[in-house]
């Protein structure tokens, strides 16, 4: 790709036309080239783009057994143009999408392959927030087998800022993109959703279900929705003080309680 193309990643309709993300600074290149050491296909082909006081850093790490990443040295005014922060670090990296955020449409294949890979399913619905989604894949990865499930309309989780906040993450979690909440009943039994007046998530019976329900940061998951699909309301016992948590704190409670 030409440097101008690779510029265009930042905006997602980019993304979509070329299949690519990107990946900047230090910490995050460094746990894409730890995820390349473990399973170099997972990821295919990936460019690092770097300045040259960059180059001794990645000779240094990357060796024979990581077959899928090329390096690309290109000067500071050009990283700056690559970049979409203010002081760039002078590492990039160009990483192929997943199969999942190519397509609209899971195909029924593909939705069964992944089914089994995970044992509970955490759904969104219209997250808006980069930083609560970046904050909750980091969570999903700590706690592992999870995978999450993303509606239409939800940020994109190969953003920018998803990326950043995610730390890493995202490189952990197996996810699927645009599932449309009425598909759910077509894949799942039981669900579960959290409200002021439901049974509280310490109770056994908070872990039986398959598909946990988690809506939009201001509207909730619609309540005509929650009914069709029957889902069991629970609630975080708290204070009262206030009434309602961040959608990333309530998520990364629930996960743990899930996983504990």
Known sequence: MKLSDVKKLHQKKFRTQFGFYLVEGEHLVLELINVAHHDSSTLGDITLYVTAD???????????????????????????????????????????????????????????????????YIYLYE???????????????????????????????????????????????NMELNVALESLGERFERFAFLDMNGSNITSNSFGDYQCYLFGNEARGVPVDALSKLNATAYTIAGSGKIDSLNLASAVNICAYELTR
């Open 127 to 173: 997250v808006q927030d980069p930083g609560n989604l970046g904050t909750i894949l980091r969570t999903l990865a700590w706690f592992g087998d999870f995978t999450l499930l993303l509606s239409p309309n939800s940020v994109d989780p190969y953003n920018s800022k998803v990326v950043r906040s995610s730390m890493g993450a995202i490189f952990h979690v």
């Open 54 to 120: 960059y180059e001794a850093w990645v000779k240094e790490r990357l060796d024979s057994s990581v077959s899928n990443m090329k390096v690309e040295t290109v000067s500071s005014q050009q990283m700056q143009q690559l970049s979409d922060t203010k002081s760039p670090q002078g590492i990039i990296a160009r990483v192929p999408l997943p199969n999942s955020a190519l397509y609209s449409e899971r195909s029924q294949t593909s939705i069964s392959a992944n089914k089994s890979s995970a044992e509970k």
